[in-house]
C-alpha cells in the first residue's frame, strides 16, 4: 500500500496446488490484513484468501464476532474486498434480528470465510451458542476456505495464547488441525513466554508462532506452507525439548507478491487513519472518562 | 436509557437508597458497541452516581476482577442486542454466576430488552433471523419473559401461544413499562410513558393461555422534554 516499500508488483497470486482430492483448506495469521492496517501495509495476506478458493469471483464473507462486530472492521472490510473480484459480505451475529440471515446457511453458501480477531473465548462462545463451530467444520471439510487472524487463525487449532481474559492464557480452539498456534509473535511480546511454558509442560501441543503478516496454510491438516506479505515476518515452530524447555526452528516463508519490505515498511512511524480512529479506538478499549 | 426521557433511569437510582450509587453498565450483548458506551456514560453521568462499565471483549483493558466489581455495585445495567450472545459470552466468563451472586448479595440488577429477559428461566427473544425464539435465561426469576410486547409484530401472539403450550406463565412487557421485582415476586410495574403496557400470561385451565393486563404506574412528567428517537417513532 501506499506506505511500504513495494518488493514485487502486486499480480495474480498462486497458491501450490494442494493434494487431490483435498478440498479442506485453512489460512491462518499471527496478525495483518484489513483489520490491521498499521501493522499490514500490504493486501497481499487478503488477496491470497481469495486466491486459496480459485474461484474467479468467489463469495467471502467476514465474521468480526471476536471483536463484537463493530462498525470499523465492517467498513475496513468493505473498503478492502468491495472493489476486487469477489462476492463479499459479513456476518454479524449482534445483528441476526436487524439483518435477518440465516447463519449457518449463510456460512455454507460462501467460498471463503475471513474470521477477524479479539477475543477468542468470547468468539468461540458465541459461535456455540448460534452453533457455527458445526457449521465452520462442515464448511472445511466441503471446501470453504477458513481463513483469519489472531483469534481467527488460534480457532482452527487445539489450541493457542489469547488475552481474552486479561491476561495472556492458554484458550483452546475448535480443534480442525492438530497442534497449536501463537500469534502477534512481533507485535505482542508477552504471548511469547506463556506460549512456550505452555509447550514445554505440555499444556499445549507443539505448533507454530508467527508473525504479524506472516501465516501458515494446511491443506487437509498438514501444513503446506508459510507465507508472508512483509519480508521480514517470521514462523517459528515451536515444540518441547523433553526436559522442561522448547525447541523453536524458523520455517521457510514464501514472500506473497505485493509484500512490503520489512525493514522499511515503517511500521513504527506514525499511522496515518483518519483523525478519529485511535480516539474510537481508545474508547473503545476502555481508556477514556466522560465523567 | 431512553431518548429524551430519564423517568426509568431515575426509578432505578431511586431504589438503590443511596445518594450517589455505584453503577456499572454491561453492554455485553450490543458486543460491547462504543456509541452504546457513550450512552450509559451519558445517561448515568458522575454527578448522579458512580458509573463504570466492563467490556468483556476488551478484557485486557478494564477491571481486573469482574465478579468483585460487580459485587462492590449498587446496581447493575444490563444492555439491548442479542441475548443468545450475551448469554454465551457471560458463561464463558463466569459472569453468570456473578451475577446471581450481585442479586443474592442485595445488588440492584435491570435492564431493556435483551437485558430484561436474561433474569427469567423462559424467554421469547427476536434478536435472530426467522420468527422470535424461545431461550433460557439466567433463571433467577422463575417465570417467562417477552419484550417489546406490543410493539413488535406477532411477539405477543407467541408468547401466548408458548405459555399456552409449553411455557411456565409470565409477563409481557410492552416498550417504556419496566417490571419491578423484589425477590422473585412482583412489586409494580412502572412506566415512563403513559399509556405503556404490560400484562401476566399463565397457562389456561383449559389448555391455552389466559392474559392479564397489569396496573401500570407512570413515573411522571419527564424532566426533560420528549425527543423523537432518530429511528423510527412507535405510534
Known amino acids: ?291 | 436509557m431512553e431518548w429524551g426521557n430519564t423517568l426509568l433511569d431515575d426509578f432505578v437510582l431511586g431504589l438503590s437508597g443511596v445518594k450517589r450509587p455505584k453503577v456499572c453498565f454491561l453492554p455485553t450483548a450490543s458486543g460491547d458497541a462504543d456509541h452504546y458506551v457513550v450512552r450509559f456514560y451519558r445517561a448515568f453521568p458522575a454527578s448522579a452516581c458512580e458509573p463504570s462499565h466492563i467490556s468483556l471483549f476488551r478484557r485486557e483493558t478494564g477491571v481486573g476482577d469482574p465478579r468483585s466489581h460487580l459485587l462492590s455495585q449498587d446496581l447493575i445495567y444490563v444492555g439491548g442486542g442479542s441475548l443468545v450472545s450475551l448469554l454465551g459470552t457471560w458463561r464463558a466468563h463466569g459472569i453468570d454466576d456473578a451475577l446471581r451472586e450481585a442479586w443474592e448479595a442485595g445488588v440492584i440488577l435491570c435492564g431493556g430488552s435483551a437485558g430484561a429477559l436474561c433474569w427469567f428461566s423462559h424467554t421469547l427473544s427476536g434478536f435472530h433471523e426467522g420468527p422470535a425464539r424461545e431461550v433460557d435465561g439466567l433463571g433467577l426469576l422463575p417465570w417467562s419473559c417477552a419484550v417489546h410486547y406490543h410493539e413488535e409484530h406477532g411477539r405477543r401472539e407467541g408468547f401466548l401461544e408458548a405459555v399456552g403450550e409449553r411455557m411456565p406463565a409470565g409477563y409481557g412487557a410492552g416498550d417504556s413499562a419496566a417490571l419491578h421485582f423484589v425477590g422473585t415476586d412482583l412489586a409494580e410495574v412502572v412506566s415512563s410513558r403513559p399509556g405503556a403496557r404490560a400484562s401476566f400470561v399463565a397457562p389456561g385451565p383449559r389448555g391455552g393461555s389466559v392474559e392479564h393486563e397489569l396496573p401500570v404506574r407512570y413515573l411522571g412528567t419527564p424532566a426533560i422534554q420528549v425527543v423523537p428517537e432518530p429511528e423510527a417513532v412507535a405510534a
Open chain 1, 1 to 291: 500500500m501506499s506506505d511500504g516499500h513495494v518488493v514485487r508488483p502486486a499480480g495474480p497470486v498462486i497458491p501450490p496446488a494442494p493434494p487431490a482430492g483435498e478440498p479442506r483448506r485453512i489460512l491462518a495469521m499471527g496478525g495483518g490484513g484489513f483489520t490491521m492496517p498499521d501493522h499490514d501495509q500490504s493486501d497481499a495476506l487478503d488477496r491470497f484468501v481469495l486466491a486459496l478458493t480459485g474461484k474467479t469471483v468467489p463469495r467471502v464473507c467476514f465474521l468480526p464476532t471476536a471483536s463484537g462486530d463493530p462498525r470499523e472492521q465492517v467498513t475496513r472490510f468493505h473498503e478492502r474486498f468491495g472493489d476486487w473480484p469477489c462476492e463479499p459480505s459479513v456476518l454479524s451475529l449482534f445483528h441476526l434480528g436487524r439483518d435477518r440471515i440465516d447463519p449457518v446457511a449463510h456460512i455454507l453458501s460462501q467460498d471463503a470465510l475471513y474470521i477477524g480477531g479479539g477475543s477468542m473465548r468470547n468468539m468461540l462462545a458465541i459461535w456455540r451458542e448460534h452453533g457455527i463451530d458445526e457449521a465452520m467444520r462442515t464448511g472445511w471439510e466441503r471446501g470453504i476456505v477458513l481463513a483469519g487472524l489472531s483469534a481467527g487463525a488460534m480457532c482452527w487449532f487445539e489450541g493457542g495464547v489469547s488475552m481474552s481474559g486479561g491476561a495472556p492464557e492458554v484458550v483452546h480452539g475448535i480443534g480442525l488441525l492438530s497442534g497449536s498456534l501463537s500469534v502477534h509473535l512481533d507485535g505482542e511480546s508477552e504471548r511469547l513466554p506463556v506460549y512456550e511454558q505452555a509447550v514445554a509442560k505440555g499444556a499445549l501441543p507443539p505448533g507454530y508462532a508467527a508473525d504479524d503478516g506472516a501465516a501458515v496454510v494446511f491443506y487437509g491438516t498438514n501444513l503446506a506452507e508459510c507465507v508472508a506479505s512483509r519480508t521480514d515476518a517470521r514462523v517459528m515452530r515451536v515444540a518441547a525439548d523433553g526436559v522442561g524447555g522448547t525447541i523453536e526452528a524458523p520455517e521457510p516463508v514464501r514472500l506473497l507478491p505485493g509484500a512490503v519490505d520489512g525493514g522499511r515498511s515503517g511500521i513504527d512511524e506514525p499511522s496515518h487513519e483518519p483523525y478519529g480512529v485511535s480516539e474510537m479506538r481508545a474508547l473503545r478499549a476502555g481508556r477514556h472518562r466522560w465523567d
